[in-house]
């Protein structure tokens, strides 16, 4: 982290979420961090280094490796007053939580009768690019989105990682943080007094008016490359980061799209029973007559992810194949 | 006798037949549920404690209002001696919104904030976790509180069974698990299930205080649950009580009990908690017939008014359907 500019710090992504634990952990007693690794090790993708000598065993707590638990155990400690913050190290591995996030973190409130709220942040590196194979790059937030009960947000911007944490910690309900893991090292600019950002609204990235790409994450990144390879062919794309997967907010996504008439939807998941099949139907209910074109999906490709560089690129979305989509819409 | 002694009998006296009451108020709640069920008043599962009441009565006496209780599908024994209110939980029962879970959790998902019952948890294991986590929460504000997580000899087959106890021994949490034993996962003995069946070892092997208890003697329950939330209150660290004990009726009302001969259903009911109590007090010439009578009106009245409760008790108007999924609701 350097500063730059007058009241701009250039960090990266990982630096943003670590001053976010800082902050949190800071400003609020009841905040702590627990999971695998993320003490004495500094945590496994390096986020919360330093954390352990600046605040202590009792607040920077590792854990055993036994997800269920120790999610568990953040659902009981949010019931007991405490505001936890879980790292699960990676996304594959909240599969071993999943008991506890979909049959207890989303539904006690609802069971109890609005009796007891869980305010947890469960944080978690995910999505494929580093040659990890099938058992630790897959994106499966959408999938997790499908639940009532909890919210699901992916900064994709230095910013969101600095600003989305915070809000995330103040929300009386389960919050989901995913974090892709080829962002890390993403470099960005922060204004000193950048401060919380809302997990409720969807962002412009980019303004355009002939096609709209509506997207996430790491992917994010990939869609304003294609976005910028589209301008030089005079089409003139809009980006829009959904930022907040659960619940969505479908005003911004319904006013771009009604603005472009056009949509592609760049999404690291799945394209079967997946969160862009979700939005391509409220976008068709709501938009019918408005579109010029279907609405066009650039997906992973329908297989676990694979170790071999070329063709986990080749599985990916990937900014040549989202232009390809876009163009396809506009001739 | 001495006047000390003579207090102390009649102090004695009293609290026997409190705990009489209590095995009596659940033993006749329960029969009249089945009553309401084959009335098709009460739907969904529904899981009698009839037989295991001196476990929950007994633990629940050595409590404090400030300890915590996490219990199963098992539980309205333990919500009913733990002091929620019956005409609540029987408005529950019937999923009418005066219910304590407001009628959307039913049978198996008693929650109570007032009396610090956190369900009512169907999933066999998955209420371990959550009581290592208030039980954390505890520790960490340093409050001399117990966390009593009650669960059955299924749940020590599952993950989260050894993930806990681990996690509790670990970071010497004040959590008492309490594990009846009631020798069947749902229709599977304990010998098909567990390679071991020694459940108090299995915790030792934690380095986790642990002993076996007659769950049918309701004396002796309560000794060991005080002996054992004692050492837990006072920074002992976690301890398990394996009560051994039965359950008189099916599973549940939807059980033809094939797995069991009725020949050991018959012996187990030889040691009825209910009947051992009062053979021990007409014994000691502490319960006579007219002592008996006030307490059996006394519960007969409680159960009527619970019944005309839920039955006076309104439906949920269904625009209220998605309330407290969320706290905060989606923007």
Not at chain 1, 241 to 264: C, E, G, I, N, W
Not at chain 2, 149 to 167: I, K, P, Q, T, Y
Not at chain 2, 305 to 311: C, H, L, S, T, Y
Request: glycine residues 8%.
């Amino acid at each position: 982290m350097e500063t730059t500019a007058q009241g701009v710090q250039h960090m990266t992504y990982r630096e943003a979420v670590r001053q976010a634990l800082r902050e949190a952990l800071h400003r609020e007693p009841r905040a702590f961090l627990m999971g695998e690794d993320v003490g004495k090790y500094g945590g496994s993708y390096a986020v919360s280094k330093g954390l352990l000598a600046e605040f202590g065993p009792d607040r920077i707590r590792d854990t055993p490796l036994s997800e269920s638990t120790f999610v568990g155990a953040g659902i009981g400690a949010a019931l007991g007053g405490m505001r936890p913050i879980v790292e699960v190290m990676t996304v594959n591995f909240c599969l071993l939580a999943l008991d506890q996030i979909v049959n207890n973190a989303a539904t006690i409130r609802h069971m109890s009768g609005g009796q007891f709220s869980i305010p947890l942040v469960i944080r978690m590196a995910t999505g494929a690019g580093r040659q990890l194979a099938a058992q630790h790059a897959h994106s499966l937030e959408g999938w997790l989105a499908h639940i009532p009960g909890i919210r699901i947000v992916t900064p994709a911007t230095v910013a969101d990682a600095r600003g989305m944490l915070w809000t995330a910690l103040e929300d009386p309900d389960p919050v989901l943080i995913f974090e892709p893991q080829t962002l890390y090292n993403m470099e960005g600019d922060l204004p000193d007094h950048a401060g919380a950002v809302d997990i409720d609204h969807a962002v412009v990235r980019r303004t355009g008016n002939h096609v709209t790409i509506i997207t996430y994450g790491a992917t994010l990144h990939k869609a304003i490359e294609a976005a910028g390879t589209l301008a030089r062919e005079g089409i003139d794309t809009e980006v829009v980061d959904l930022r907040t997967l659960r619940p969505l907010d479908m005003t911004t996504v319904v006013a771009s799209a009604r603005k472009t008439r056009r949509v592609v939807i760049a999404d690291e998941g799945w394209r079967s029973g997946s969160l862009s099949a979700e939005i391509a139907a409220r976008l068709s209910a709501e938009l019918f007559y408005d579109l010029e074109a279907p609405i066009s999906r650039v997906c992973t490709a329908e297989v676990p992810i694979p170790y071999p560089k070329h063709l986990e690129d080749a599985a990916l979305p990937q900014p040549a194949t989202i232009a390809a989509a876009a163009r396809t819409l506009i001739h | 006798m001495t006047t000390a002694a003579a207090a102390s009998a009649v102090l004695d006296r009293a609290h026997a037949i409190g705990l009489l009451r209590q095995m009596l108020r659940i033993r006749r709640f329960e029969e009249k549920c089945a009553e309401l069920y084959s009335a098709g008043l009460i739907r969904g599962f529904l899981h009698l404690y009839i037989g295991e009441e001196a476990v929950a009565v007994g633990t629940m006496a050595a409590l404090t209002s400030e300890d915590a209780i996490v219990a199963t599908y098992r539980e309205h024994g333990h919500a009913l001696a733990r002091g929620v209110d019956a005409n609540r939980l029987m408005a529950e029962m019937y999923g009418k919104q005066e219910g304590c879970s407001r009628g959307r959790g039913g049978s198996m998902h008693v929650f109570d904030a007032a009396t610090r019952f956190y369900g009512g948890n169907a999933i066999v294991g998955g209420g371990l976790p959550i009581a290592v986590g208030l039980a954390l929460a505890d520790a960490m504000n340093a409050r001399s509180r117990v966390t009593v997580c009650v669960f059955g000899d299924g749940a020590v087959a599952e993950g989260e069974f050894h993930e806990s106890l681990n996690l509790a021994a670990l970071w010497k949490l004040p959590v008492l698990f309490a594990c009846e034993n009631n020798l069947y996962a749902m229709g599977t003995r304990i010998e098909r299930a567990l390679s071991r069946t020694d459940v108090a070892g299995k915790a030792r092997a934690y380095g986790i205080t642990a002993a076996t208890v007659d769950g049918m003697d309701v004396v002796a329950v309560e000794k060991a649950a005080r002996d054992a939330a004692e050492a837990i209150r006072t920074g002992g660290g976690p301890q398990l009580l394996e009560f051994a004990t039965y359950r008189f009726r099916a599973h549940s009302m939807f059980d033809a009990e094939l797995y069991r001969d009725k020949a050991e259903v018959e012996l187990w009911k030889q040691r009825d908690p209910i009947r051992l109590l009062e053979q021990r007090l007409a014994e000691g010439g502490m319960l006579d017939a007219a002592a008996r009578a006030a307490v059996d009106a006394d519960v007969d009245a409680e159960i009527a008014r619970a019944v005309g409760f839920a039955e006076a008790g309104t439906w949920e108007p269904v625009e209220q359907l998605t309330r407290d999924v969320y706290t905060r609701p989606p923007a």
